[in-house]
């Protein structure tokens, strides 16, 4: 398991790691390591392909985790506030 592991972290939002090198864990066992190259709009599901070229699904209703390496830049963001964009009136010119 991978808790106490400062090279990984698991995702919570798996909507944002379509593309990433990611190891599958359930209840502490890795199940899979690969590539994602599938996810859910809702992010649901993934699936992730193997070195070989085969294709797994996971759903995180089973329990799967998903954890990448830290030093993944592309999933290394937070957002500190709601970003809304807005113009007044005034800078429209009107």
Do not use: H
């Amino acid at each position: 398991m991978y808790a106490k592991d400062s090279k990984r972290r698991r995702v919570d939002d798996w909507t944002s790691i379509d593309g990433a090198t990611a190891e599958i864990v359930q209840y502490g066992q890795t199940m899979a390591r690969g590539t994602i190259d599938g996810v859910t709009k809702d992010g649901a599901i993934v699936w992730v392909q193997d070195d070989t070229g085969r294709r797994k699904l996971f759903e995180r209703c089973e329990y799967f985790e998903v954890w990448v390496p830290r030093e993944d830049t592309g999933l290394n963001y937070r957002v500190s506030k709601p970003f809304t964009l807005w113009r007044s009136q005034a800078s429209l010119g009107q």
